[in-house]
């Protein structure tokens, strides 16, 4: 069973940065897509950054320009730089892995909070 470990949440001002760190159990390279969500209290799960085994990128709207995606293969590790940090990006955030195709594989991490208050 593949395992994915976060890393990295906490408390932070509005303003600020974090990086989030999630440590996978597996060889990441043979993962075709990592990704981040998120979920704040009473609201769904949202996709808010995922990256491609080829490296492509893709960004929830509300994040563009300040969140950073990244893989390192070589380290099983997946990253999210998170600068700018706004009251509205808090919530839980959690650490996917998935197949390329619908009913492939999908891994999931137990999620680190991120809250953004001064």
């Known amino acids: 069973q593949v395992q994915l470990v976060e890393s990295g949440g906490g408390l932070v001002q509005p303003g600020g940065s974090l990086r989030l760190s999630c440590a996978a159990s597996?060889?990441?390279?043979?993962?075709?897509?990592m990704g981040w969500y998120r979920q704040a209290p009473g609201k769904q799960r949202e996709l808010v950054a995922v990256?491609?085994?080829?490296?492509?990128?893709n960004y929830l709207d509300s994040v563009k320009g300040r969140f950073t995606i990244s893989r390192d293969n070589a380290k099983n590790t997946v990253y999210l730089e998170m600068n700018n940090l706004k009251p509205e990006d808090t919530a839980v955030y959690y650490c996917?892995?998935?197949?390329?195709?619908?009913?492939?594989?999908?891994?999931w991490g137990q999620g680190t909070q991120v809250t953004v208050s001064s």
């Open positions: 996917n892995g998935r197949g390329r195709y619908p009913g492939a594989y999908d891994y």
């Open positions: 597996t060889n990441i390279a043979s993962i075709y897509a």
């Open positions: 990256i491609t085994s080829g490296r492509s990128t």
